[in-house]
């Protein structure tokens, strides 16, 4: 009897070991997966910088017609998987690249945007940014609860950092996806995750709009 209740106590010490093992190993993967996409978007952004250069000109008309299209921005062709901002929560300690899709692999390893007709920061239209919660390689959404009305967030993009400011919370059926559709005269920001920690009957939308345009 002895022998037995030792051998179970070595077999669960065991797994517990394993467990241990595979969790730090699987957190230590993820952090490399974030840091190297960090590093792409700040070569994505440096390279955008030495792409716009002013150019001189005397053709008024030119330049109108360049001020006009500037104005009205358009959707930018994207592939799932491509790096499209860094999102800083400093509140919940986040600082994290945002990738375009909310495929489960890539929610898997960090934050993915809602594929949308609109870019984010533009008046009248809206974005969103979906995470898991209480994911067992990384925090990502887990604290996301915890903003309040007035909490200030960034979105940095490879053109500007924008400011958003978060003005309602919703807990929502995950149908319910007008909780994410665009308001008039705002630049709407959502950020979207499932409710409560380990359920997927819930959405929790934290919805945000521009302050500093």
């Known amino acids: 009897m002895k022998k037995t209740g ?13 467990l241990l ?14 840091k190297q996409q960090l590093d792409a978007f700040a070569n ?5 910088e030495t792409e716009v250069q002013p150019q001189k000109t005397d053709n008024q008309e ?15 062709e994207k592939e799932i998987g491509d790096l499209v901002g860094v ?45 898991h919660q209480s994911h067992v390689f990384g925090q990502f959404f887990n604290r996301l609860d915890e903003l309040q009305k007035g909490s200030q ?6 053109n500007e950092t924008q400011k958003y400011e978060i003005y309602e919370t919703r807990i929502v059926f995950p149908e319910e996806v007008e909780a994410i559709a665009e308001e008039p005269g705002i630049a709407k920001l959502s950020l979207v995750t499932c409710y409560p920690h380990n359920s997927n ?4 939308v934290v919805m945000a709009k521009r302050v500093d345009n």
């Open 201 to 204: 009957k819930h959405r929790l």
């Open 6 to 18: 030792r051998y179970i106590g070595n077999v669960l010490l065991l797994a517990g070991v394993c």
């Open 21 to 34: 093992v595979w969790q730090f190993v699987g957190t230590k993967q993820t952090g490399e997966i974030r």
């Open 62 to 76: 030119l330049l109108k017609k360049n001020d006009e299209a500037a104005a009205t921005p358009k959707v930018q």
């Open 153 to 158: 967030f960034e979105f940095e993009t490879v």
């Open 44 to 48: 994505l952004k440096a390279e955008a």
């Open 87 to 131: 999102l800083s929560i400093p509140e919940i300690d986040i600082h994290a690249p945002v990738s375009y899709g909310a495929t489960p692999n890539i929610l898997d390893h960090g934050f993915g945007a809602i594929p949308s007709r609109f870019e984010p920061g533009i008046p009248g239209g809206s974005y969103a940014i979906a995470g």
